[in-house]
C-alpha cells in the first residue's frame, strides 16, 4: 500500500518564505494546528508573487507557551522578537511547525493547480 502523505498549504509573506528557501527560518509558527498530523506545508508566496513555489518536510511539531517557544526557537526563527510576540499577543500557546528538507519546484505552481480558487487565511489541507 502507498503511503499517504499529509499536506497543507499555507500563505506566507514573500519576506519570510525567502527567509525559508534560504536556510535563515526553520520554524513556521502558528497560533492553531491542523487537526490531524503533517508530512509537508506547501508554500504559498502571498501578493506580489502570489505562487507556490516549493514544498518543505515538517520534521515535528513543537507545542509550548509563546515565551518558552521564543527561548527555543529565536535562532532560526526568521523573525523579530517584537514580530514574533506580536503574532502571539494573548495566547496561551504557540505552535512552530520545524521544516526539514526543502523542494523547490522547477516551475511554480498556482492555486489553481490545487483546486483552490483563494489563498487561505490560515491553511487549507492538500489531497496528493
Given amino acids: ?5 499529509k499536506k497543507i498549504l499555507i500563505s ?10 534560504n536556510g535563515e527560518k526553520k520554524f513556521e509558527y502558528r497560533t492553531k494546528l491542523p487537526k ?34 521564543w527561548k527555543e526557537t529565536k535562532s532560526f526563527s526568521g523573525i523579530s522578537e517584537e514580530k514574533f510576540f506580536k503574532y502571539f499577543k494573548n495566547k496561551k500557546n ?3 511547525f520545524k521544516l526539514g528538507k526543502i523542494i523547490k519546484f522547477k516551475k511554480p505552481k ?5 483546486k483552490i480558487s483563494f489563498a ?5 489541507y ?3
Wanted: aromatic share 16%.
Fill in 1 to 5: 500500500m502507498k503511503k499517504k502523505f
Fill in 36 to 69: 490531524s498530523d503533517i508530512n509537508y506545508l506547501l508554500i504559498y508566496w502571498t501578493f506580489p508573487t502570489m505562487k507556490i513555489l516549493a514544498k518543505v518536510k515538517v520534521d515535528y511539531v513543537i507545542k509550548s507557551t509563546p515565551i518558552e517557544m
Fill in 94 to 96: 504557540a505552535y512552530a
Fill in 12 to 21: 506566507i509573506k514573500p519576506e519570510f518564505a525567502d527567509k525559508i528557501l
Fill in 110 to 114: 498556482k492555486l489553481s493547480d490545487f
Fill in 126 to 128: 492538500i489531497n496528493n
Fill in 120 to 124: 487561505p487565511q490560515s491553511f487549507v
